[in-house]
């Protein structure tokens, strides 16, 4: 929120500069974004009086001007249209300095001396160009030979204010007076909210009928004979620095008691007001044109003001088209009311439209303000003279909203803060925010309505505090033992398998845990597939994240591309992440899947070795790899399945060619995807250590001859089976197919390590073994020895 300087000075009087106003309310918990000195930069541009004027002789867009700067009368050449004689302007005068650093000198325009240059408020700074045309046109008793900054009170500057949902009384001029005169301790000034009526009464032109409990409270006034025009220059000037366009002075004034006391208004053209009745109700399911001239669809869920026949406005969002205020206006019916906040928000939200009022009203105002703020604006009518105020008012306010009382022990103030402030200082302090305090065993605090805020105890401590000054309340070292937190089994086992995968040269990755749909057609998957029943997000940032993962291989697959295609060629990455599963439930199942992506001068094998060093790192029992090729991810011949206990934890292979090609990759990659939550259920993360073996262990080599299809694995199943708990360890050290193998076979050696705990083997018992798992692999694979 902007806060014009000099418009808050009109409330407080401080002899501050404007940094030290704003690094005193930051102190204070108002936080400022920024400090915007507009008139800084400007020097030596005054007002001067446009006194003749005349075509430029070799220019036809040209004009020559002689104006009148109280000192002197230049000559300045001008390509605006807008200007006439006795117009009143800014001059530049040779050696001024503008907005942005420009320099003004006097000079020649196609052969004529300009001696300055007229302003436009774009070029003071005041406006963009869009908003604004021409020469900016001041007011007829303005003084001239005046330095503009005078005029247009760009003495101060601006604040600029960012205000926290719960503080609605800072989101005006007025709120941050009061939050400036606490801060230093001055006196607030009063405003003025007297003005005079006629004879008349609204009630004989206007009634009022709340139908909604989400209206807390409704105000009419009535002004009449109004006289549409422009507004004074120093409230266009305020409007301006605070960053609303001004329109006329109807629409000024209540824009300005908006800002000023941060309370909406709304005028309504009495003469399109049908029946001579408002009606304030909850909306049908009806189109309406708002006053930006777009047609908008509203519903049930949102507060209208109608007339006996037709809606008129969306309640604390904005007025409507049909009874707008025109040039032609010469009766308005002044709204000020208090709307339910959450309602407004969702009303703007439906719409697609964000106002001043509606960002005010949202925060929950005080109905208090209501009265506060009409009064206000028709103080401002009667003293510009824009209308006649008709006597009385109408005012719908069925539960009024008193102040709230909390009570305090000043010792506990002082213990939860740190410090040693006594009762007096408090109840000061306390008052400056306008609380009533009274004094007992314990401060009992009168709270004022624009305060809902302040609620409980520790509330009034951080009011005492912000006051006090966080900058002072000393520093205090925190007491108490240290207790070393204790990790989950399962966080032990994700830094276990972190730091296995770091071991095995892989980078971590992150990605996102939702992606587009469209990412299953990419990786192959089926239409039936239950990787596609992901949980849609409510509110999604586009279809490219509106769905939750069930899967990390498409977001690996994303960053192995990334890194491939910027010639990146040998890549390892793993992800520890969560898939959302929709189980049909309210709540997904949520689950830890591991996932690996290598590529470059690597294999099979290597995806492989990788999960099996895992394996290891864990102490997962009954791990197995089986053969896949039904998986439409993975090529069909270099695919397996990770079977623990039986169960299916996960699966590695090379991806499918069809699936690179999806990603525009012509490198082999290869990935594994592995479910964390069934390899921690067999892992076993206390070691068992047992001693080296004290007997000699016993070498055989065996090489047989099967067929292509015989898997190793089955192989080596039968021999542990038929090793009768001597075998030790069984090693693959040759597949080979050639010369001397028959085609559709291949030749698979091993060699096996025999070993006792408790006794030497003698050969007798070593032959025994050996030649049953020769005679198993003889009847069960057709197998041969070599």
Known sequence: MKVPFNWLLEYVDINKDINEVAEKLTLTGSKVEEVIEKGKEIDRVVTGKIIKTEKHPNADKLTICQVDVKDEVLQIVTGADNIKEGDIVPVALHGSTLPGGVKIKKGKLRGAESNGMLCSEAELGLADEDSVHGIMILSEDTPIGVDIKEILGLNGGVIDFEITSNRADCFSIYGIARETAASFGCELKKLDLSFKENNENISDYLKVEVQTPLCRRYMAKMIKNIKIGPSPEWMQAKLQEAGVRPINNVVDITNYVMLELGQPLHAFDYNNIEGNKIIVKMASDEKFTTLDGVERQLDNSMIVISDAEKTVAVAGVMGGQNSEVTESTNTIVLESANFDGVTTRLSSKKLGLRTEASSRFEKDLDPNLVEIAVNRACHLFETLGVGEVVGGVIDIYSNKLEPHYVRVSPKWINDFLGTNIN??????????????????????????????????????????????????????????????????????????????????????????????????????????????????????????????????????????QRNILRDNKEVGLFEIGKVYLNIGKDLPDERYKLCVAIAGDVDFYNLKGIIENLIEALSVDKAEFERETNNPIFHPGRCAKLLVRKKNAGVLGEVHPDVLENYDLETRVYIAEIDLPTLFEAAKLDKKYKPLPKYPAVLRDMALLVKDEVEVKKIEDIMLKQGKGIIEEIRLFDVYKGKQIPEGFKSVAYSIIYRAEDRTLTDEEINKVHNSIVKELEEKLDAKLR
């Open 423 to 560: 009762v007096e200082d408090m109840v000061k302090m306390l008052n400056r925010l306008e609380m009533e305090v009274e004094v007992k065993d314990e401060l009992i605090i009168k709270v004022p309505t624009f305060r809902q805020d302040v609620k409980i105890k520790e509330d009034v401590a951080e009011e005492i505090a912000r006051l006090y000054g966080y900058d002072i309340i000393p520093t205090q070292k925190i007491v108490g033992e240290a207790v070393e937190a204790e990790i989950t089994k399962e966080q032990k086992m994700i830094e276990t398998v972190k730091r296995t995968m770091v071991a095995s040269s892989l980078y971590e990755a992150l990605t996102y845990s939702f992606y587009s749909p469209k990412v299953f057609d990419k990786i192959n998957i089926s239409k039936d597939s239950e990787l596609r029943n992901a949980i849609n997000i409510a509110n999604p940032l586009g279809e490219d994240f509106s769905i939750m993962r069930t899967t990390l291989i498409p977001s690996m697959l994303e960053a192995m």
